[in-house]
């Protein structure tokens, strides 16, 4: 679906009169004004302590279900289209246009005043890149974090892609990195405790001589972007918030090859190793069952 006024194609001189190419101008400005009437009203819904825990009920979680399976379907169909000379801002209007076909929502676009409607996060962006006109080279390494409204519900996940051949050392980092998501997902058991996920994931890092960013965390989802609890992605066992059965949240490693410090850019969203130092992430959201867990975005 095209969200443009369909007589300026985006390389044309912006409506304004900037002189500016359309796509440099007011295209992204367009593209929010497109889009966010469409979004749902939030539900007048009883105040509630957002440090409170939400617990979902079945039919809630069909909702978020369907949501994450939208989202894992974007994340499928971007592994063809991440390709070396594509910019970012290509994979931004890929996954713009998939999510509004099928009915959804971009879940970034406007969020807190993020522009785009994905975070693209190329080689030392720890998370939150914003997509612009970067092109992806051999060699790069990338998080691509979707998150889906569908039917007022949200499904979040992120994979990392590769650019063509990568380095052995960056390779290790993304497949200890998404083992570093499965055995925080292995961790989560109902009556446990959070702080169990973070130790699992915290001792599989360092064990491997990476280390844990500690400036962002899985959270609760599913009813709104970012709920009560924080997951943390380091700590001790024992600690946190207990696990319960209808709890929805994701789990979403950050690991650095280097030092765990981050720095935000003047643009106030796009993470970065302080270190340089290449970083990886991979996302789930998941809900806990009476016997264990079942991953939603799988
Ligand atoms: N999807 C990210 C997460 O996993 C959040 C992105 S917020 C945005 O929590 F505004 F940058 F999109
Ligand atoms: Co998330
Ligand atoms: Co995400």
């Given at each position: 679906m095209k969200t443009e006024p369909s007589s300026v194609s985006r390389n044309d001189p912006c409506w304004c009169g900037s002189g500016k190419k359309y796509k440099k101008c007011?295209?992204?400005?367009?593209?929010?004004?497109?889009?966010?009437p469409a979004r749902p009203q939030p539900k007048p819904r009883p105040r509630q302590d957002p440090r409170k825990v939400r617990l979902k009920t079945p039919e809630q979680v069909e909702g978020i279900r369907q949501s994450c399976q939208l989202t894992k379907k974007i994340l499928d169909d971007l592994t063809p289209f991440v390709r070396e000379?594509?910019?970012?801002?290509?994979?931004?209007?890929?996954?713009?246009?998939?999510?509004?076909?099928?009915?959804?929502?971009?879940?970034?676009?406007?969020?807190?005043?993020?522009p785009k409607s994905v975070c693209t996060s190329l080689n030392h962006v720890i998370c939150h890149g914003i997509p612009d006109e970067t092109v992806l080279r051999e060699g790069d390494i990338i998080n691509i974090d979707v998150t889906c409204i569908l039917d007022g519900y949200f499904g979040d996940a992120s994979r990392m892609y590769q650019i063509g051949t990568v380095a052995e050392p960056a390779q290790r980092l993304i497949e200890v990195t998404r083992e570093c998501l499965e055995i925080g997902i292995r961790s989560v058991k109902p009556f446990g405790m959070t702080g169990d996920i973070g130790h699992a994931i915290q001792r599989h890092a360092e064990a491997h001589g990476y280390s844990v960013v500690r400036e962002f965390a899985g959270h609760g989802v599913g009813i709104e972007f970012h709920e009560a609890p924080q997951i943390l992605h380091y700590g001790e066992p024992g600690t946190g918030v207990l696990i319960q059965p209808g709890m929805v949240f994701t789990i979403e490693p950050m690991i650095n090859m280097g030092r765990a410090d981050s720095k935000i850019l003047k643009d106030k969203w796009t993470a970065v190793t302080v270190d340089g130092s290449l970083s990886a992430q991979w996302e789930h959201t998941l809900c806990v069952t009476e016997s264990g867990v079942d991953v939603l975005s799988a």
């Open positions: 007011h295209w992204g400005k367009d593209r929010l004004k497109a889009v966010m000379g594509i910019t970012t801002n290509a994979i931004d209007q890929f996954v713009h246009e998939m999510t509004l076909d099928h009915g959804a929502q971009p879940a970034p676009l406007g969020y807190r005043g993020f």
